[in-house]
């Protein structure tokens, strides 16, 4: 069965340090992993996917993901954080059903101080 | 952009009372979802559909049901709201592809409803 993890309830860093939120995740077959924002009262925004082939998947504004397939993980990241990046994310992957559906992780939160 | 609306951001809801949260999404998306969101636990999936006046069970659809009369509109009903039910609920499309691209694509998320059953 498809799952994922998200390790970490809490991420607090510094603004303008580099940030890493983990994830590591389980599957039979091709791994389709996402990452989301979620800002507060706010749904999900899609930040970005698991591209086959790529070890280093570049997403929106400025976040990328670290695949490794030997860790079975897809690490998020950032070079310098911000404040405004300060929000719930969460990580998920997609069930191998008909449904399309995404299993997500419990989330993380991410706090940067000024 | 895709535009996933949730008609209602905050409800307050009293136990027993009959509970319709509404969606409606404007890409013409086959696939629609109603997931729930609780502190610790992630967002577990209700109910999903793949098309018109089809539904399938979700991870925890007990309690719940839904309609999709027309495509663009996906609606989550608690029968008899109760206050284990209190939550933030979201609404999601997908566009269905043929092959590998419909498993590469992804959710399309409303702003959500906080329901509130007291």
């Known amino acids: 069965a498809q799952s994922v993890a998200q390790p970490e309830d809490q991420v607090n860093v510094a603004e303008g340090n580099p940030l890493t939120v983990k994830c590591t995740y389980s599957v039979s077959g091709n791994p389709y992993l996402f990452w989301y924002v979620q800002y507060p009262n706010r749904g999900l925004q899609f930040l970005l996917k698991y591209i086959t082939g790529d070890n280093l998947v570049k997403g929106s504004y400025g976040f990328e993901a670290e695949f490794n397939k030997s860790q079975t993980s897809f690490h998020l990241k950032k070079p310098s954080a911000l404040v405004s990046d300060s929000a719930l994310y969460f990580c998920?992957?997609?069930?191998?059903?008909?449904?399309?559906?995404?299993?997500f992780g419990s989330g993380t939160r991410l706090l940067v101080r000024p | 952009d895709v535009k996933v609306t949730q008609s209602s951001r905050y409800l307050v809801k009293r136990t027993g009372e009959k509970v319709f949260l509404e969606c409606v999404q404007d890409?013409?998306?086959?696939?629609m979802f109603w997931y729930r969101q609780d502190p610790g636990l992630g967002l577990r999936l209700i109910y999903f559909?793949?098309?018109?006046?089809?539904?399938e069970k979700g991870d925890i659809p007990e309690g719940y049901s839904v309609s999709r009369e027309k495509k663009e509109r996906f609606s989550l009903i608690l029968e008899s709201a109760s206050t284990n039910q209190t939550s933030m609920y979201l609404c999601?499309?997908?566009?269905?592809?043929?092959?590998?691209?419909?498993?590469?694509?992804?959710?399309?998320f409303g702003n959500g409803t906080r329901l509130t059953v007291t």
């Open positions: 999601a499309s997908h566009r269905f592809r043929q092959g590998e691209s419909s498993y590469n694509s992804p959710l399309h």
């Open positions: 559909s793949y098309d018109v006046k089809m539904k």
């Open positions: 890409m013409d998306h086959e696939n």
């Open positions: 998920a992957v997609r069930g191998m059903d008909s449904s399309y559906k995404l299993i």
